[in-house]
């Protein structure tokens, strides 16, 4: 796979590593790091700035005209101004689990070309595992080809989210949706990292992901590497404008198709009379199974192919 990169992949590549260098050596003495809270519950500390500006550094000096959006100092013209290229960056997705010495963590970097993902990279120092993408070239976790997993059903699949931990998030609708999936399927994880869940999505170690109160930068990688692996991404209702929404589902075209039957209604952008028609349009759970993958896919979406959705 090596020989075979896009340029701009192995940049990103190099800049993931040189940040997860730097992330597992502050690991060996976690409790030294400085910590300051964005605001309750919301962390940031000296190694996710670091592991940002060696990410960028390693981005510009590559390609100076390149615009980024990045986590923690936000968003910057390219050069010249007005980049059709702009970077998009989380240099430690899992900032708790860090501090904590929870090692579910992860550097995320994608590029967006006039608002297309076209390339994406998750890190996870902790494991060594590289998971990247090329649009139109298939997803990969080190040198092997990934695919979503392939189950049908909704109560036989393994399903990872993100709870609400911020003051101000939406804390009951959000345990209403958990009471409505979790006896629909096998099992429900929160590991911490967005992007990490996506990129498990896309490696078929579980079978979806929703969660609510992301931003760009948690999910764009992630949501590439999905597409790329066969896998559908949208928001809860399957509208695929996501990376700005907020809330993201991803998973098989199959078992997407059952989530979105399921958490649709819990959408913020669902209207009164959006949740009705999810309640009376959309199949069943169990006649969502029995669909082919191109069947779901209309069912649940009508729109275009989340793989082209603008960032």
């Given at each position: 796979m090596s020989s075979n990169l896009h340029p701009m992949l192995n940049v990103a590549i190099k800049a993931a590593r040189t940040a997860g260098s730097i992330i597992n050596r502050a690991a060996l003495d976690v409790e030294s790091v400085r910590v300051s809270a964005k605001q309750t519950n919301d962390f940031v500390t000296e190694v996710d700035q670091a592991a940002e500006?060696?990410?960028?550094?390693?981005?510009?000096?590559?390609?100076?005209?390149?615009?980024?959006?990045?986590?923690?100092?936000?968003?910057?013209?390219g050069k010249h101004g007005g980049a059709d290229h702009v970077w998009i960056i989380d240099p430690l997705d899992g900032t708790t689990n860090f501090i904590h010495g929870f090692p579910v963590y992860c550097v995320s970097i994608a590029l967006a070309v006039k608002g297309k993902l076209e390339q994406a990279v998750i890190y996870d120092p902790t494991r060594n595992d590289l998971f990247c993408a090329t649009k139109g070239r298939g997803a990969y976790l080190n040198d092997r080809r990934i695919r979503v997993?392939?189950?049908?059903?909704?109560?036989d699949t393994l399903l990872s989210t993100g709870f609400p931990f911020r003051p101000g998030d939406?804390?009951?609708?959000y345990l209403s949706m958990l009471g409505d999936i979790m006896p629909r399927c096998a099992g429900i994880r929160r590991p911490g990292s967005a992007a990490l869940d996506l990129a498990y999505v896309a490696a078929g170690f579980s079978d979806g992901f929703f969660e609510t109160g992301l931003q760009p930068?948690?999910?764009?990688?992630?949501?590439?590497?999905?597409?790329?692996?066969?896998?559908?991404?949208g928001n809860f209702t399957?509208?695929?404008?996501?990376?700005h929404r907020k809330e993201c589902l991803a998973a098989n075209p199959?078992?997407?198709a059952q989530l979105v039957g399921v958490v649709g209604k819990y959408s913020q952008f669902a209207s009164a009379g959006d949740k009705a028609a999810l309640r009376q349009g959309l199949p069943t759970v169990d006649e969502a199974a029995q669909l082919t993958p191109e069947d779901a896919l209309a069912a649940a979406l009508n729109k275009p192919a989340a793989g082209d959705a603008p960032f």
């Open positions: 500006q060696a990410i960028i550094d390693t981005l510009l000096t590559a390609y100076p005209d390149h615009g980024i959006l990045a986590e923690e100092s936000g968003e910057r013209a997993a392939k189950r049908i059903h909704l109560r939406a804390m009951k609708p930068w948690d999910m764009a990688a992630g949501a590439l590497l999905v597409t790329e692996a066969g896998g559908l991404v399957g509208e695929s404008d996501f990376l199959k078992i997407y």
